[in-house]
C-alpha cells in the first residue's frame, strides 16, 4: 500500500508522462521515452525539452540534443550542462576549450561542471595542470551510458590523462582498454581503438597495483596464468591473485575461487573455491554460482534470492551522472 501511495504521489507530482518517459529509459527502450518528452515539449514543457535533449544526447542524435538543450536554456531552463558537454567533444583546438569554459561561468557549481571547466581550461592553456580526479570524472561519464552516450575516444584521452597523473582506477580502467579478449570476463571498458595490447594492459595494471588498487593486483595475477606465452608466470599469478584476496577486494576473491574450482595453478580445491566465493558475494553473479554449488537447501535458496534480487536492482536501479527534470 506504501509503494502505491509513492508512486501515485509521484504521478501527481510529476505527472504520468514523465514517470512512463523515465520507465522506458530505464528499460533501454529510449525511442518510447523520446516519443514521451517530445510531446510535452512541443508543448512548451521547458523540464521536457531539457529531458528529450539528454534522450537524444545518449540516441548518438547530437545536432537534435544540441537544439533541444539549447530551447530549454532560452527559455531559462537547465541544458547549458549539456550544450557544454557537445561543444567539448566537437572542440578541435584550444580556442573550442576556451569556448567551453566561457560557456560554463554561469552554471552552477557542480562535480560534472567544475571537472568540465578545470579540464576545459587546462586544454585551452595547453598546461595538463588540471587534477586527475577532474580528468577521470569526465573519462568515466563519457564511457558509461548514464544518459550521455559512450564516446570512447574521448574517454580513453581523459582517463590515459588521469593514469598519467597518478589516479590507480584510471590505470586500471586503461588496462581494461587494452585487455580484450576471449578469456576475460572482468573488464570494464571495451575499446576498439586500443586493439588487444596484454604488454600495455599489465603495465597499466602493475603501476595500479604498485599504488595499491587491490582489483588490478588480480588482474595481474590473471593475466599471468591465462595470457600467452610470454606473459605466463603461473606461480607469481596465484601469489598475487591470493594477495588480492586476501586484501579484502571482491573480485579477487571471484578469481581466487575459480583457480580453486577449476584447480588452475593450483590444486582443485571445492571446499577452497567455496570459501572464497563466499567472500565475493558483493559481485551479483557470484551468488547466482553460490546457488549452483549448494544445489538444494537453504543456502541454496538464499543465494539464489539474493542473485534475483541484485538482478533486478541492476536493470531498475541506475545511477545517473546526470539526472532528468521532473515535468
Not at 47 to 55: H, K, T, V
Not at 115 to 121: F, G, I, N, Y
Not at 193 to 200: F, H, K, M, P, Y
Not at 227 to 248: D, F, H, T, W
Amino acid at each position: 500500500m506504501k509503494t502505491l501511495l509513492l508512486l501515485l504521489t509521484a504521478l501527481s507530482l510529476f505527472g504520468s508522462d514523465y514517470v512512463a518517459m523515465k520507465a522506458s529509459f530505464d528499460k533501454g527502450d529510449i525511442n518510447r521515452a523520446i516519443t514521451y518528452a517530445r510531446t510535452n515539449a512541443m508543448k512548451g514543457n521547458i523540464p521536457a525539452m531539457y529531458d528529450l535533449g539528454l534522450l537524444y544526447y545518449a540516441k548518438g542524435s547530437t545536432k537534435e540534443a544540441k537544439t533541444w538543450l539549447a530551447r530549454s536554456v532560452k527559455n531559462d531552463g537547465k541544458g547549458q550542462l549539456g550544450v557544454s558537454l557537445i561543444m567539448f567533444v566537437q572542440s578541435q583546438n584550444r580556442n573550442g576549450y576556451q569556448k567551453v569554459a566561457e560557456s560554463l561561468i554561469n552554471e552552477p557549481k557542480g562535480e560534472i561542471r567544475d571537472a568540465l571547466m578545470h579540464v576545459s581550461k587546462d586544454l585551452a592553456a595547453n598546461r595538463r595542470d588540471a587534477s586527475a580526479e577532474s580528468y577521470l570524472v569526465l573519462g568515466e561519464l563519457f564511457s558509461a551510458d548514464k544518459i550521455i552516450r559512450p564516446d570512447m575516444k574521448t574517454a580513453l584521452f581523459l582517463i590515459d590523462q588521469a593514469a598519467k597523473k597518478g589516479n590507480a582506477k584510471a590505470m586500471e580502467m586503461m588496462g581494461d582498454a587494452y585487455w580484450r579478449s576471449n578469456y576475460t570476463v572482468d573488464s570494464l571498458m571495451v575499446a576498439p581503438q586500443t586493439g588487444n595490447a596484454l604488454n600495455v594492459a599489465l603495465e597499466y595494471y602493475r603501476d595500479a597495483a604498485a599504488l595499491g588498487n587491490l582489483d588490478a593486483t588480480a588482474k595481474v595475477g590473471k593475466l599471468h596464468i591465462v595470457g600467452p606465452r610470454n606473459l605466463r608466470r603461473i606461480q607469481y599469478g596465484v601469489e598475487q591473485i591470493l594477495k588480492s584476496a586476501n586484501g579484502g577486494s571482491a573480485l579477487g576473491a571471484e578469481i581466487a575461487a575459480e583457480l580453486y574450482m577449476n584447480g588452475q595453478g593450483v590444486r582443485a580445491n571445492r571446499q577452497q573455491a567455496l570459501e572464497w566465493y563466499l567472500k565475493a558475494t558483493e559481485i551479483c553473479e557470484v551468488n547466482k554460482v553460490l546457488a549452483n554449488l549448494y544445489r538444494q537447501g537453504e543456502e541454496a535458496e538464499k543465494y539464489a534470492k539474493a542473485y534475483e534480487t541484485c538482478t533486478k536492482e541492476g536493470s531498475t536501479k541506475r545511477r545517473y551522472h546526470i539526472l532528468f527534470e521532473p515535468f
